[in-house]
C-alpha cells in the first residue's frame, strides 16, 4: 500500500515538472480583457500590505470618532487637519491617522484583543464541559478554592487542547475536528490507565486494567493511522493545487514574453502615468 502511495506521488510530481516545460503558442494566451502586468503588480503589492503599516486592521466608524477624540485631546492642530482630510480623501486620511494616532489606535486593537479573548476563553469553557465534564469539576473546584491556582490550571489546559477546540469551533461537522477530538479523549483515558495501574496493588485489578490500555492504545493506533491517511490526502490535494498554480504562472509568463504584448502594456502605462495615475511603476 505504501509502495503504490509512494508511485501516485512520485508521478504526480512528475506530472507537474512536464507540464511546465511542455511548450505552448503565445498567441493563446493573449486576453483582450486583461488588465496588463502593471495591474497585475499592484493588486500583488496590495495583497501583501505594502504601505499599509505593520499590524494595520480597519477601524469602524465608532472606533474612527474614538481615536479622533483622543488624538484632537493630544494634538487639536493636527486633528483638524486630519478632519478636513477625511472629508476630502478617506483612504488617505486613513493612512495619515494611522501615522499620527498610534497610541490611540493601539488602544482600540487592545479593547478587541482583550474582548476576543474573553468571548473565546467563555467558548473554551462551555465546550470544555461538554466533553470533558470531569475536568471541568475539578477546574471549577480550584476557582472557589485557589484562584491562582485555577488560573495556572486554565493555562494549562488552554495550551493543552486549545487546537482540538478550535477546529472543533471553526468546523464541527469536520471529519479532522472529529478525529482530533476523539485522539485527545483517547490520551486521557490512556493517562488515566496507567496512573491507575502504577498505583494498585491488586494482581486481577492491574491485569483487568492492562487489557483495557492495550484496548484504548490499539484504538488510538486506528486514530493516528487515520490521521496520517487524511494528511496525505491533504498533501495530495495541495499538490494539485500547486501544479494548477504552476500553469497559470507559465501562461502568464508565455503571455507577457510576447513582444507585441510588451509593446501594448509599455505605451499603456506611459499613457496612465501622463494621466497622472497614483500607482507607480
Avoid: C
Avoid at 204 to 228: C, T
Wanted: cysteine-free; charged content about 45%; aromatic content about 8%.
Amino acid at each position: 500500500m505504501e509502495k503504490r502511495r509512494g508511485i501516485i506521488l512520485a508521478l504526480t510530481i512528475a506530472a507537474v515538472i512536464l507540464a511546465f516545460t511542455l511548450p505552448s503558442s503565445s498567441a493563446d494566451n493573449n486576453n483582450k480583457d486583461d488588465n496588463g502586468i502593471f495591474q497585475e503588480a499592484d493588486r500583488q503589492d496590495e495583497r501583501s500590505g505594502r504601505g499599509r503599516g505593520r499590524g494595520r486592521f480597519e477601524l469602524t466608524e465608532d472606533e474612527t470618532n474614538r481615536v479622533m477624540e483622543g488624538f484632537k485631546k493630544r494634538n487639536p492642530e493636527k486633528a483638524k487637519e486630519l478632519s478636513t482630510l477625511q472629508k476630502k480623501d478617506p483612504e488617505k486620511f486613513k493612512d495619515e491617522l494611522w501615522r499620527n494616532a498610534r497610541e490611540e489606535i493601539e488602544k482600540i486593537g487592545k479593547e478587541r484583543f482583550e474582548k476576543w479573548h474573553r468571548q473565546r476563553r467563555a467558548e473554551f469553557l462551555e465546550w470544555f464541559e461538554m466533553n470533558f465534564p470531569e475536568e471541568m469539576k475539578e477546574l471549577a473546584r480550584l476557582k472557589n478554592a485557589d484562584q491562582d491556582l485555577y488560573n495556572k490550571k486554565f493555562e494549562l489546559l488552554w495550551r493543552k487542547y486549545y487546537h482540538v477546540f478550535d477546529e472543533n469551533r471553526r468546523n464541527p461537522e469536520s471529519e479532522w475536528a472529529k478525529i482530533l477530538l476523539e485522539d485527545m479523549k483517547l490520551q486521557n483515558r490512556r493517562d488515566e490507565l496507567v496512573a491507575k495501574i502504577k498505583s494498585t496493588k491488586n494482581k486481577k485489578s492491574e491485569q483487568k486494567l492492562f487489557a483495557e490500555l492495550e484496548e484504548v492504545i490499539a484504538l488510538r493506533y486506528d486514530v493516528i493511522l487515520k490521521r496520517k491517511q487524511m494528511g496525505f490526502e491533504r498533501l495530495l490535494r495541495q499538490l494539485d493545487d500547486l501544479r494548477k498554480q504552476i500553469m497559470e504562472s507559465r501562461k502568464d509568463i508565455l503571455k507577457y514574453q510576447d513582444p507585441k504584448t510588451k509593446e501594448e502594456n509599455v505605451k499603456q502605462r506611459a499613457k496612465e502615468l501622463l494621466e497622472e495615475k497614483k500607482k507607480f511603476w
